[in-house]
């Protein structure tokens, strides 16, 4: 009896695996369509003697180009981001791009990288000048997220011929100000627990991964973490029909950050993340626009906003996005995606 009951589990799971593998490519291959007359691509680029990967999607082809710079560093978004990037795919040609070692552009063979301020910049401009190349296009737009603003603001301020515009979403100003400011959040937000009293102090201490820990509990505990509004798309539908992933590419995403992400990690506390700070720097030469939520003290709205007033460019707008935290663009992807168009049609 126990062998029957055994081999009718194994039948059910085999049929289970083959039903959702049949499943799975009819999902990846309706996500791996060309748009008429747009175009739906994806490989790897070599960027600064590195392999990174890029996704390229768009709906017209003479549409501008934006390239879309994660953030982190180091949390490279390919696994989902199709999903909410699409959204701007009438109005741009949208670029993704999984910067050096993470994500699709994870090689073990490059753990043990000091990264710098000099490296990064160099990528994104070997990338924006292979993008210009490729779409023979002059310039390009930079949204960035998170990292990717301070990445962004900094490859726009350095090489401003490049780019037609800069957008930055969960704007960073300059990273110890916005650990400073989050903890002087935190202290408001506490209750006195215990719980919020260790946070606290690892918050004030000198161990970064201690600190890297306590800042996203104590945002989860009183709803500011990124995600404390949800995603409006299914997490798990998005990864299972990912049209660039295969089952393999997923476990060593998830091996990455066991392994590489560690430098990441440590190029966060570094002198060198410091160089890429925006103190000081206000004056752009192209349309500057940021898009912000009113609850993001991962990336600290109030000093992006203090921040925005002291630029200086040919055209600047705010956009603050209410009861929003630093996953806006996922949150509420079609209002950030309505927000993007109205960008692009701006200029």
Known sequence: MKIKIFKCILILFCVFLIVSGIVRSIGRSINRKVPDGGINETGFVEINGTRQWINIYGKDLNNPVLLYLHGGPGTATSPYDYVFTRKWADAYTVVTWDQRNCGKSYDKKQNGTEFTYDMFMQDGKEMTEFLQMYFKKDKITILGHSWGTFFGANLVLNYPEYYEAYIGTGQIVNIDENEQALTQAAKKWAKGDKEDKR???????????????ARQRIMEK?????????????????????????????????????????????????????????????????????????????????????????VEAPFKKMYIMKDMTHGLLESRSKEFSDIIHEIKDSF
């Open 222 to 310: 009183y709803g500011y973490d990124m995600f404390a509004q949800g995603r409006d798309y299914s997490l798990a539908k998005a990864m299972f029909f990912n049209p660039y992933y295969s089952l393999w590419e997923f476990v060593k995403y998830l091996r990455y950050f066991s392994t590489g992400f560690k430098d990441y990690e440590k190029f966060l506390y570094s002198t060198e993340f410091k160089k890429f700070s925006l103190n000081g720097k206000y004056s752009y030469k192209v349309p500057y626009y940021n898009i912000n939520g009113d609850r993001d003290y991962q990336t600290n709205w109030i000093l992006a906003q203090e921040y925005f007033d002291l």
């Open 199 to 213: 946070l606290l102090s690892d918050l004030d201490g000198s161990d970064e991964h201690k600190k890297l820990i």
